[in-house]
């Protein structure tokens, strides 16, 4: 698997390597390292092995060292500088406004042929020319090209976070690359719809949803209301995930001056500029001491650590990709057993009315919001009434990735001899030693015991 982050935040990756290895695959996940070392890691019998960026790995003469990294800071400000202005309108050259793919391409491919894979899984569209740059490595060798799998984690064209530049270079890359790949994943119905429309693809792609893995679920030593000191008979509403303006957290901090007696939690992975816009909010507003900042727990704990809070919180705001499908939070609310209030965003409004799991609110509209908590918290056991077993199991990882193994062993011919379920935590990092080349890492770290 190859994604173009540090991984160890992303969820769906690290669930389907967990997932796949249990499955009796050898999975490993090349991602981006945080430092200058090449580093591995654990997760359950699955690897992930991290690349320095090559404008990171040092030079043994400083003085090259310096000078390099001044023309690397010179070549970003130009490019930032192009993809502001111009760019907006004139489409520039595509190998400069996505050299970050390009880098990947020179830190990874060689070390994934190495890897010598049955199969290369691309983790979002940043990961489909490194794959394909990986594979074309392994042909250049004397070897055959493996299959390929372009996972699809949003529709890029409707991409509004990317500036025009980088999103039209992007969506160029993608169509001009997306058939090479022999199958195509994504996470939800309405994307498989969209992809295998514009792409006019030979076969439909495979739904696999972002949902929480029950098999590794574990119980967290604490929970959210005690952590934040407050006493069961306090509404509590909590929104876990990322912080953005289009994440339309802004509503439910304003919504408190009508909701006096409610407190909101917001789980988020560190702080950001928006987090401080939205204390600073509250504390102008006069309710602080009612917003409350924590960290993100591990992705086995989070619905064991929800499970105190009253109401889940989704609150996107009208852009293309909230439209077409549901957050992982989404099931992870469920899980929790507790309801939802979520904005009208097309897919995730039907969802929520169709199964009955919470209210819909006028996205960005406070008056709507305090509305739609008002009537959760007036009988919550109406809306925990729709998370019956059956559709708790299909909104698992576990159900969704039932869809994964097939095309695995299908593009492969192989068939994994599955395991015990392994235990769904990261390890600490271990540094490869230098010198060390890469096929000797693998063996040894794919030759090491599990924790079952």
């Known amino acids: 698997m190859i ?34 070392d090449v580093d591995h890691i654990d997760v359950g019998r699955a690897d992930i092995v991290r690349f320095p960026r090559p404008v990171n790995q040092r030079h043994p003469n400083r003085v090259i060292q310096k000078l390099r990294r001044y023309g690397i ?26 050299r970050p793919i390009g880098l990947a391409k020179i830190a990874m491919s060689e070390a994934i042929a190495d890897f010598e894979p ?3 899984h691309a983790q979002d569209f940043s990961a489909l020319p490194v794959a394909l740059s990986a594979a074309r490595k392994l042909e250049s060798r004397g070897g055959t090209r493996p299959p390929m799998i372009y996972d699809a984690h949003e529709f890029l064209p409707g991409q509004a976070n990317l500036k025009r530049a980088i999103r ?12 090479q790949f022999n199958a195509v994943v994504t996470v939800s119905p309405k994307i498989a719809e969209m992809l295998h429309e514009n792409h006019n693809l030979a076969k439909h792609p495979v739904v696999v949803q972002n949902d929480p893995v029950l098999a590794a679920s574990r119980i967290h030593p604490s929970d959210i209301r005690k952590d934040l000191g407050l006493a069961a008979d306090i509404p ?7 912080i953005a303006p289009q994440r339309g957290i802004m509503v439910a901090v304003k919504s ?63 852009h293309v990709n909230h439209e077409l499908s549901t957050p992982t939070k989404f099931s992870e609310y469920a899980h929790a057993n507790i309801p939802i209030v979520v904005s009208d965003v097309k897919f995730l409004a039907a969802e929520t009315r169709r199964l ?38 299909e909104r698992s990882w576990e159900a969704q990735c039932e869809r994964l193994v097939p095309l695995y062993q299908e593009l492969t011919g192989l068939h994994g001899i599955v395991q015990q379920p392994s235990v769904f935590k990261l390890s600490e990092p271990e540094i490869k030693p230098d010198g060390e080349n890469m096929k000797d890492f693998y063996t040894k770290f794919l030759s090491a015991e599990t924790t079952a």
Do not use: C
């Open 73 to 98: 800071k010179a070549r970003n400000y130009a490019r930032q500088g192009w993809i502001m202005t111009i760019g907006q309108v004139i489409p520039g050259p595509s190998s400069e406004i996505l």
């Open 118 to 120: 049955d199969l290369i």
């Open 256 to 318: 408190l001056t009508a909701l006096p007696q409610h407190h909101l939690a917001i789980m988020a992975p560190g702080e950001n500029a928006h987090l401080i816009q939205l204390t600073d909010k509250a504390a102008e507003l006069g309710v602080s001491d009612r917003v409350h900042v924590l960290p993100f727990v591990s992705n086995a704990e989070v619905t064991s650590y929800l499970k105190s809070a009253d109401i889940g919180l989704i609150m996107n705001t009208h």
């Open 3 to 36: 994604v173009l982050n540090h991984v160890t935040n992303d969820s769906r990756v690290l669930k389907g390597a967990w997932y796949m290895a249990d499955q009796g695959w050898d999975v490993v996940i090349f991602g981006w390292a945080p430092k200058s």
């Open 236 to 242: 509590l509403m909590v929104y876990s995930g990322g």
């Open 356 to 393: 009955g799991m919470g209210e819909v609110f006028i996205s960005e509209d406070v008056e709507s919001f305090v509305e739609a908590v008002k009537k959760v918290s007036a009988d919550k056991a109406k809306y925990i009434a729709a998370y019956v077993p059956e559709f708790l199991q």
């Open 168 to 179: 039209r270079s992007l969506v160029a890359m993608e169509r001009s690359i997306i058939k």
